[in-house]
């Protein structure tokens, strides 16, 4: 995307555009020949959606990548994800809403379990209830490092965010997280001079907080990892002159969204019901509408093929009330494919759906990997779906004469 | 397109290229899940060739991207829109046949009516005839600001083409038309110090042609928009070793046929078969002609949808005209789609056929948006059909050993 020529080209327009967003949506058959999640699926509503819609398949950062959620997202949402590279770190601390700024190193925290020697035994020190892992963040909390501010928030079970705050600091470092067991954790190093007071003030604290949880094992050790400073996006506001808004349930994705200058709603619980809910209820607030669904993604990479198949499906009797919003234009897609045969994201292209008045039907009458690899959209980068909406909610002016 | 790579590729060979460009060509139906003007017209000699072709859809700038005419023809011709963009002053003058060059500011010009007030009653001046319009711009053309030459040139109505001479005057200048009535038109602003110079002399050009035009109402005044300078482009003749001609009966067509470098024929009257007579003319003197058809958009442009079908159909009819004159390349194409649903250009991907001996048919019988969006040329960037053009007319050397 070429920020500068949208941003002179999108118009403000009384439209509003969704985006259903199926977390690794795309699939694979459990053997060749057979059917993918998607076109197992029985998905009434979206297949009739198809036959009035524009097919296509996305791949989020080019043919044969795999990405993960933070980059397909960016997509998606029309950055370039390689040369906006967000870190593990920051994603953490947005996901938990932390207000994350341009003086900030953030990293993924982890409590984890070492024996006598010092060597890993659970990098994620049995999972440890978040109520407890609460209480050790407190315990971190107490250390002060000179120079530094420091800013630790529980997660979920045994992770946490962490944050170091310091003018002109640089997080080009190593993890201390060696990814594996019975060895002793990483020291921080820095890749260049500008991250060398960052990997000092860091080294210091890990040895602090081994001090400090010494007593509390199987939590007897912290790992960090994905340090990272925040990036600065235009907004969706700047390049788009969207009022956007966000719902999702999981952190990472609502950090996302929050990167991109998008409201991020609340939620009132965690199943697709309550994000229609928060759907419906802010509808006439915002134009532009990102609503994440995780269920689909989590079955993929637990290799659960019917999980994966009742999650479409479930996603699928939700969205006759969408639809009855009107909205102008919807999209349906996916950040990424995650084939539950592979357990894992993958780089096979995702399908997309986009509906609105003005779009050239393909002649589908299923929503289907099959079905859009025929469609008329081609196989696109991500890139392009913020576009393709933008045109079709006539919100982009008509370049030259 | 890499102009620097085919300046070394192409290669002179004795065969001629027919380019055919519907304006507007692309459609949409009526209503979901009807036909297309396109797909509706009885086109038997499109459809013949069709079967002997290759299809496909091009995009001229992008994704969702919806284009003038300019950037359209640009991108068919195989420059990039987006770097080379062209001001609409520069091409109402290069329409008027005016030799512009690199020390010109031009701008389109319309007489209009102010009020007592000086207030906009009338943006066209009740489209003044033509011939009222001249003598006008006779009076307009006694006027001199010192160290400027001057142009003013009629185009039709009562619109005119504006020419300011003077080295190293820059044309970052706002509009003196606020595009709308009830306003007073407004004084001419430069966006940097380079163009400080140009708005003092056009301003005073404004005002002079106010005290002139006082008594001749309803065109008693004049509006000036698109200000801009002449950009240079490497020709057909240098990049693809292509002597070129162009057929054209409207101005600005004609203008970007010769800001590309082509040779702009004479066409004894207004029709299609005017052009034609012009194509079987010069047939043996040129090995690239570029042909314009207008009709199809203003029909799509003014929501005449059996218009344009109408229009379509005509096209078809002479079509076995250039086919007897045995070309090796035949390219029918559209500069944007212009959906008569939508009465305006369009971003749609618009209907693209090749025809060569070399081309690998794709078995379809019908050249519509359906076909072409099957077609085994995929849906491409407009810049690419000129390279597909000259491999075909084995214009283009092997690259690499």
Same mark, same amino acid.
């Given at each position: 995307?070429c920020?500068?020529?949208f ?38 509503n979206?297949?009739?959606l198809?036959a009035?819609?524009t097919?296509?398949?996305t791949?989020p950062?080019?043919p044969?990548?795999t990405v993960g ?8 949402f ?8 967000i ?11 932390f207000?994350?700024?341009?003086d ?20 994620? $020190?049995?999972?440890l209830?978040t *109520?407890? /892992?609460?209480?050790?963040v407190? %315990? #971190? =909390?107490?250390?002060?490092?000179d ?37 002793a954790p990483?020291?921080?190093?820095a890749?260049?001079a ?5 990997a000092?003030?860091?080294n210091?604290?890990?040895?602090r $907080?081994r001090?400090?949880?010494? *007593?509390? /094992?199987?939590?007897?050790?912290? %790992? #960090? =990892? ?7 996006l235009?907004?969706?506001?700047e390049?788009y ?10 952190g990472?994705y ?18 697709l019901a309550?994000?229609?809910?928060t ?15 995780k269920?689909t ?7 659960d ?9 479930e ?12 909205p ?13 045969v ?7 292209p995702v399908?997309?759906?986009?509906f609105?008045?003005?779009?050239r ?6 929503f ?13 980068p ?6 393709l ?13």
């Amino acid at each position: 995307m070429c920020d500068s020529f949208f941003r002179n080209q999108t118009v403000p327009a009384q439209t509003k555009i969704a985006m259903l967003i199926l977390d690794g949506l795309g699939g694979l058959p459990l053997e060749t020949g057979g059917k993918t999640e998607l076109e197992t699926a029985h998905t009434p509503n979206l297949d009739a959606l198809a036959a009035r819609s524009t097919l296509g398949l996305t791949q989020p950062a080019g043919p044969g990548i795999t990405v993960g959620s933070g980059p397909g997202h960016l997509a998606l949402f029309g950055y370039d994800p390689i040369e906006n590279e967000i870190g593990r770190g920051v994603l953490e601390a947005l996901g938990v809403d932390f207000e994350i700024g341009a003086d900030d190193v953030a990293a993924r925290g982890n409590f984890c379990t070492i024996d006598d020697q010092g060597l890993l035994i659970d990098r994620r $020190a049995g999972r440890l209830p978040t *109520e407890e /892992s609460i209480k050790l963040v407190n %315990l #971190l =909390r107490t250390i002060q490092i000179d120079g530094v501010d420091l800013f630790i928030e529980p997660v979920k079970e045994h992770r946490f965010a962490f944050i170091l705050r310091a003018r002109d600091f640089g997080a080009d470092l190593t993890d201390s997280d060696p990814l594996s067991t019975g060895v002793a954790p990483l020291r921080v190093k820095a890749h260049n001079a500008g991250s060398e007071k960052t990997a000092a003030a860091i080294n210091e604290f890990i040895d602090r $907080a081994r001090l400090l949880l010494a *007593e509390h /094992s199987p939590a007897n050790m912290i %790992l #960090l =990892r994905g340090f990272a400073k925040f990036p600065t996006l235009p907004t969706f506001r700047e390049i788009y002159h969207l009022n956007a808004a966000a719902i999702a349930v999981n952190g990472m994705y609502r950090g996302v969204a929050r990167l991109a200058g998008m409201k991020v709603l609340p939620v009132d619980g965690t199943t697709l019901a309550d994000e229609f809910d928060t759907l419906e209820k802010y509808w006439q607030s915002y134009d532009f509408f990102y609503l994440h669904y995780k269920k689909t993604d989590t079955c993929g990479e637990s290799g659960d093929f019917s999980g994966k198949v009742k999650a479409i499906e479930e996603f699928d009797t939700f969205l006759p009330r969408l639809l009855s919003l009107r909205p102008d234009v919807v999209i349906v897609g996916g950040d990424h494919s995650s084939p539950a045969v592979l357990r894992s994201h993958s780089w096979h292209p995702v399908p997309l759906l986009l509906f609105a008045a003005t779009c050239r039907p393909d002649g589908s009458t299923e929503f289907c990997e099959r079905a859009c690899a025929r469609g008329s959209l081609g196989v696109i980068p991500a890139t392009q779906v913020m576009p393709l909406a933008l045109a079709h909610a006539g919100r982009l002016s008509k370049y030259g004469a």
